[in-house]
């Protein structure tokens, strides 16, 4: 579960901060395999952002029992 949710944090980062254009390549490689409709690579922006979001959901109430024992 830790490292799905730091896995998820650490995705998350690379797609919302577009670390060495990794939005725009992985919208690319998506593209190629599934229809996209109205999506672009500032959506995977956006996505990697909830990912950061939802991996901070499924950490912190370990560290809240880890830090108030």
């Given at each position: 579960?830790?490292?799905?949710?730091?896995?998820?944090?650490?995705?998350?980062?690379l797609?919302?901060?577009?670390?060495?254009?990794v939005?725009?390549?992985?919208?690319?490689?998506v593209t190629?395999?599934?229809?996209?409709?109205?999506a672009?690579?500032?959506?995977m922006?956006?996505?990697?952002?909830?990912?950061?979001?939802?991996?901070?959901i499924?950490?912190?109430?370990?560290?809240?029992?880890?830090?108030?024992?």
């Amino acid at each position: 579960m830790y490292l799905g949710a730091v896995g998820m944090i650490f995705a998350g980062l690379l797609f919302a901060f577009n670390v060495k254009g990794v939005s725009e390549k992985f919208f690319h490689f998506v593209t190629k395999y599934t229809p996209v409709g109205n999506a672009t690579p500032k959506t995977m922006r956006f996505v990697g952002a909830g990912w950061v979001f939802v991996g901070l959901i499924m950490f912190l109430p370990e560290l809240f029992a880890a830090f108030s024992a």
